[in-house]
């Protein structure tokens, strides 16, 4: 046999070999038995690729063919690493929603007890428990302070109510500036037909006002402002404020001494610690030392009043 | 599913449409087997692949199975890529007995003896084989990593089935020798 013969039957032999089949060493010639066992040898050889090599490629795949049925290559470990990290991450990122969640409701519910409407329903509730006790009184002097939010019809109102025990029930109740205002709707309309719907709401408007800087401050000052006398400048000028220096409704509460209404003048204040329920805009009066902060809101719904009432002196006894 | 894509400026491949993407699956170990017996480290081997495929997947549009296999297609374009990958380095790195492409085959033999005594005997192998001729390592590889045969290794290199035989013959025989050389 030549040469290329013996190629021919070699490669007929690898062939097989490399198919699968046994090779029979017995029956090969002594000529092709050195190649076909380094054949056999190299044949064994086996790179594998890595997993990652072959997670890559499929990869790489799919980034040109799209999603593949299946792989060629079986599944190996990594993918249920790569499994598990995935549902490690969905668990955190679910976590995390529930957590923002969570937190985003609490900062809401919050939000929802600092505005003023949740603060304003304790403060009636106040004005409630206080009414059995002062509602009478306050609703007198309620019904001479309503006019003044309009005053066409507050002489008629005022006059007739006024000469009650307003004075008393003022100067016993200093935070009585949210309770004024609930007993002055239920009330107005036995005094008058035209007085109670103009007062009730502009009342209303004041009490709410009041009632957040009466919650917060809780002092005297608030009822300075409420020492409104009527038009005529009556007796009860809140702590001894009248006019006269006589305090005819609390006279062992006069000092004596010249008294802004318990309210300090701030500079630049038109409501001279007068922000009080007559103004409807005495809520905003700042509640430490008389002073109110409102500016534009004193005076305009209530000139007239709040300046009279701030600066009243009286001498007292 | 797959669709054939034509480069513009070139005519469409007459081919029916293919499943480029189930052929290069099948035929990834094997490309990947003939490219590690090339190269001496698995990262050069994987970095290679990548290229192989990708200019498979580039140029797929240019594959005509009239003209031949899709094997030697693809074989012919990691020998194209290994040819550069050599001009690139200028050498050709030996197997080393520390090399970790050899721990891969070796570590399913049972025995830790067996796999020492295993992967002495194929790094000697390997070495054998790269201390043949260029053309001599290339059918050689192509031959039992790419598991091709004759006449698709003949596409390959450009030779006939016959004269693939008979330099493989010869391959084999100056391997025995050089393994006895290097044992002596």
Known sequence: MNEQEWAQLLSEQLDEMLEGEAVDFSTVVDELQGPLQLSQQLATVDFPPSPAAEAAFESQLANWFGPSVGPAFPTTGLTKTGFVNYAIIGLIGVGLGGLLLLGSLLWSGSGEEVTPAATLLPTKQETMSESPTLGRPINDNTATVTPMASPTTAETVAAPQATTSLGDTIQLEPTSTVSDTLPTATLTPPADPLAPATSGSDEQTGDE??????????????????????????????????????????????????????????????????????????????GSGGQSNDTGNGKSDNNGNGKGNGKSKGKGK | MLTQETTPGKTAAPSPELDFADLFRSYYRRVYNYLSYRVATKEDAEDLISVVFEKAYVHRDQYDSAKGAFSTWLFRIARNTLANYYRSRQRRSTWEADSEVTDDFVAAEPQLETQIIRQETIIKLLNGVKQLNERDQEIISLKFAGRLSNDEIGQVMDMTANNVGVVLFRALRRLQKQLQENAS
């Open chain 1, 209 to 286: 006002t009041n009632a957040d800087q009466d919650v917060s401050s809780g002092d005297e000052t608030g009822d300075s402002s409420e020492t409104d006398s009527g038009p005529t400048g009556d007796h009860d000028r809140g702590h001894g404020n009248d006019a006269d220096g006589i305090d005819d409704d609390n006279p062992g509460n006069s000092t004596g001494l010249p008294d802004n209404g318990g309210g300090n003048p701030s500079p630049g204040d038109f409501s001279q610690g007068n922000g009080g329920g007559s103004s409807g805009n005495g809520g905003q009066s700042g």
